[in-house]
């Protein structure tokens, strides 16, 4: 029985990265099958295929969380103040800090939009 490669990278990194994010490290060549840059995520595996997916860190390519913008924090709620410009739930520094201290997003705003 086949399985296509995102559903294979969802079963395996979908606790850490949503289906969004997996398709758009697809996208841009981070994931291989077989040593080959696969950027297709629909295609069929094999079972003797091997997959490879290097994660780039947010914080290398993108805004990283600003202390400052901390409006509230204890140990079970931040309130941070983003900046317009980035995403609430895509790829940013903000996901990379909330995926360290296991925090979920709560509410979610337009990307142009602060607060």
Not at 30 to 55: A, F, G, M, Y
Not at 84 to 105: K, N, V, W, Y
Request: aromatic residues 6%; positive net charge; hydrophobic residues 35%.
């Amino acid at each position: 029985m086949s399985e296509r490669l995102i559903d294979y990278l969802r079963r395996n990194y979908g606790d850490a990265h949503s289906a969004r994010a997996l398709k758009r490290m697809i996208d841009q060549g981070w994931c291989r099958v077989n040593d080959c840059v696969e950027r297709h995520s629909t295609r069929k595996l094999r079972p003797s295929d091997c997959v490879t997916l290097h994660i780039q860190t947010a914080a290398s390519k993108t805004r990283s969380w600003e202390t400052g913008r901390v409006l509230f924090e204890d140990d079970h709620l931040v309130i941070y103040n983003k900046p317009a410009g980035i995403s609430s739930d895509g790829a940013t520094g903000l996901e990379a800090f909330a995926q360290e201290r296991q925090l979920i997003l709560l509410n979610r705003l337009d990307k142009d939009t602060t607060g």
